[in-house]
């Protein structure tokens, strides 16, 4: 009876003393945010809360980031992970409760006759014991070492989710850069065949001026270096867009297969940019929310690490039945109980708690370093972003003067040759930069398409949990649990 009473006031103690967390608690670092992006640019503040993707105005497109989301293996394996976690959460947190569990033994024996004590002369050797037996132990986390443990795996399970929303912004964008890089590799397929069509009519006619002895050998073998420098460009695009087909297939989670196409890459249209302050990156960009997750993580990694400098309470007991006859075991003469307490702590360690502490330290100032570093370079790559998408508009209305400038000079170049005023040399000149300006004139539009998913891949904002509400999500029910009961 004394003994339960000691039990049950160590008890009251332990709940006393429950409030107790050794370690700091963590508070978020003071981020130094500029007060503007670096470029003024037209925007629209709602548009990063939507499906950006579909601003482009092709369906096909639309149907290629669906299939993406619901098949990519990459998406299943952080799904995945963040299961891996929340089993880790879960398993930490059951530390907090009593552990409660059973035992039970069947055994025959003989006994030595000439033992201590010896058998009495007559008495049977052999005997049967059978013991069952309920039990619990738990150990009182006093100091909150399991609480920070729990802190730092419910920590990993937000960063695990974050990875996972870091993955699906990178799919999003990746699987619009590639298509419209393949419908852009269209195009020019599409010019290259277009001008050695042309060529190669223009080679057959010197071919038959040349046998009617009006153009030289040397304007010939002109024409006919034009029109084989047209169609070497042919095989590389169609390497490329095969190339471009694959990479695109294996985001789609499939084997490698031609791509449906949708709208010419000159027929899609442009999204509008997202009008958001600097501030408003620290709570939109997965790689930043991770990065802060896993500082978390640190942060309640020392106050665990400290938590072993204290000395560990623990309370156990056990009710059950022995016997050395079966039909015996269930009566009250064979009842035993156990109930106790222990009491353990560190005295000389030899450094070897100081050591652990001062890894997790350690590992804290990694953590916040790589934080701080993450929101430099979000800064960086929006700017970047920005900045690119801005200067590509401009880039590429440049060009398409060019190429206008060029057909007139190809257009009046030939009407100059085609009335004996100049050689072909003029016209050669001119239709060949006319088909390199034309080639890259696609190749800046699609880097102006691409800026402007950068833009969004760099700003981040709530469709990525659009997206990511389409992919396959984490089985573990303590996943749901844990964001309930967190953020």
């Known amino acids: 009876m004394r003994t339960r009473k000691r039990v049950a006031l160590l008890a009251l103690l332990a709940a006393g003393l429950s409030g107790c967390?050794?370690?700091?608690?963590?508070?978020?670092?003071?981020?130094?945010?500029?007060?503007?992006?670096?470029?003024?640019y037209p925007k629209s503040a709602e548009v990063a809360n939507t499906k950006w993707w579909e601003q482009f105005g092709d369906p096909v497109l639309n149907d290629l980031v669906d299939t993406a989301l619901r098949q990519n293996r990459d998406v299943r394996i952080a799904a995945a992970r963040v299961d891996q976690f929340a089993g880790a959460l879960q398993a930490t947190g059951s530390q907090l409760y009593p552990?409660?569990?059973?035992?039970?033994?069947?055994?025959?024996?003989?006994?030595?006759?000439?033992?201590?004590?010896?058998?009495?002369?007559?008495?049977?050797?052999?005997?049967s014991l059978y013991q069952a037996s309920l039990g619990a132990s738990w150990q009182l986390d006093l100091f909150g070492r399991v609480r920070r443990l729990s802190e730092a795996a419910q920590a990993q399970v937000y960063a695990?989710?974050?990875?996972?929303?870091?993955?699906?912004?990178?799919?999003v964008t990746g699987v619009s850069a590639s298509y419209i890089g393949l419908r852009a590799l269209d195009q020019q397929l599409e010019i290259a065949r277009a001008?050695?069509?042309?060529?190669?009519?223009?080679?057959?006619?010197?071919?038959?001026?040349?046998?009617?002895?009006?153009?030289?050998?040397?304007?010939v073998a002109q024409i006919r270096s034009q029109y084989q420098q047209a169609l070497a460009a042919i095989p590389a695009f169609e390497q490329a867009i095969a190339a471009q087909e694959n990479l695109i297939s294996i985001l789609l989670g499939q084997n490698p297969a031609p791509i449906p196409r949708g709208k010419s890459i000159a027929q899609l249209a442009a999204p509008l940019i997202p009008g958001d302050l600097?501030?408003?990156?620290?709570?939109?960009?997965p790689d930043i929310l991770q990065a802060?997750?896993?500082?978390?993580?640190?942060?309640?990694n020392i106050g665990a690490t400290r938590a072993l400098y204290y000395p560990?309470?623990?309370?156990?007991?056990?009710?059950?039945?022995?016997?050395?006859?079966?039909?015996?075991?269930?009566?009250?003469?064979?009842?035993?109980?156990?109930?106790?307490?222990?009491?353990?702590?560190?005295?000389?360690?030899?450094?070897?708690?100081?050591?652990?502490?001062?890894?997790?330290?350690?590992?804290?100032?990694?953590?916040?370093?790589?934080?701080?570093?993450?929101?430099?370079?979000?800064?960086?790559?929006t700017n970047d972003a920005l900045t690119g998408s801005q200067?590509?508009?401009?880039?590429?209305?440049?060009?398409?003067?060019?190429?206008?400038?060029?057909?007139?000079?190809?257009?009046?170049?030939?009407?100059?040759?085609?009335?004996?005023?100049?050689g072909y040399l003029e016209v050669l000149v001119a239709e060949n930069e006319l088909f390199a300006a034309e080639i890259a004139s696609v190749r800046l539009l699609a880097e102006r398409y691409a800026q402007l998913v950068s833009v969004y891949q760099a700003i981040g904002g709530g469709w990525v949990d659009i997206a990511d509400s389409i992919t396959p999500q984490p089985l573990s029910t303590v996943t749901a649990r844990a964001r309930s009961e967190g953020k």
């Open 391 to 422: 200067k590509k508009i401009d880039e590429y209305a440049m060009q398409a003067e060019r190429v206008n400038a060029l057909r007139e000079f190809a257009r009046l170049s030939r009407l100059k040759f085609d009335k004996g005023v100049s």
């Open 21 to 40: 967390v050794v370690g700091p608690d963590y508070v978020r670092p003071t981020t130094d945010t500029p007060a503007a992006w670096r470029i003024d």
């Open 312 to 381: 560990n309470v623990s309370i156990t007991g056990a009710v059950g039945t022995v016997s050395t006859v079966f039909s015996s075991l269930l009566t009250g003469p064979a009842s035993a109980m156990l109930i106790g307490a222990g009491l353990s702590g560190p005295i000389f360690t030899f450094g070897g708690i100081e050591g652990q502490v001062a890894s997790a330290e350690a590992q804290n100032r990694a953590a916040l370093a790589l934080y701080q570093q993450t929101i430099l370079n979000a800064f960086r790559e």
């Open 278 to 285: 600097p501030s408003t990156l620290l709570l939109r960009r």
């Open 292 to 300: 802060e997750q896993n500082l978390i993580a640190t942060n309640a």
């Open 195 to 219: 001008t050695a069509r042309n060529f190669g009519a223009t080679a057959r006619l010197f071919d038959l001026r040349f046998k009617a002895g009006i153009v030289s050998k040397s304007e």
């Open 160 to 171: 695990s989710e974050q990875a996972k929303h870091g993955v699906v912004l990178t799919l």
């Open 99 to 127: 552990q409660i569990g059973y035992s039970g033994d069947a055994s025959r024996a003989r006994a030595s006759r000439v033992g201590q004590p010896p058998l009495p002369p007559g008495a049977d050797p052999y005997f």
